[in-house]
């Protein structure tokens, strides 16, 4: 299952739509880490895409939902409704 987006485009739609620069995330990240993460050149451990979306102020599944989504409403609705069903089946897998 590849991202339609990429991880980098999520990055930078998020930290674009809450209106922060760069340098916000400086108590967490350089701004040339952030840049290079946002250029798809480097991949954030997820320590790191905590403490990003910390800044943000959004939930890392969100982030990772947009990547995987895209910004269709749809196709991320599509996606987790697909995500809900398989959590339901491991837990009730893991119960037995």
């Known amino acids: ?47 790191k895409l905590e403490e990003l979306c910390t800044v943000m102020d959004v939930h890392p599944l969100t982030l990772l939902t947009l990547a995987y989504a895209g910004d269709a409403s749809n196709s991320a609705e599509q996606l987790l409704a697909s995500v809900r069903k398989e959590l339901e ?7 037995q």
Do not use: C
Not at 89 to 95: A, F, I, Q, R
């Open 1 to 47: 299952m590849a991202a339609k987006n990429s991880l980098a485009a999520a990055i930078r739609t998020v930290r674009k739509a809450r209106g922060l620069s760069q340098e916000a995330f400086s108590d967490v990240s350089s701004r040339t880490y952030l840049s290079s993460l946002e250029r798809d050149l480097k991949s954030p451990t997820l320590h």
């Open 89 to 95: 089946l491991l837990t009730k897998t893991s119960d």
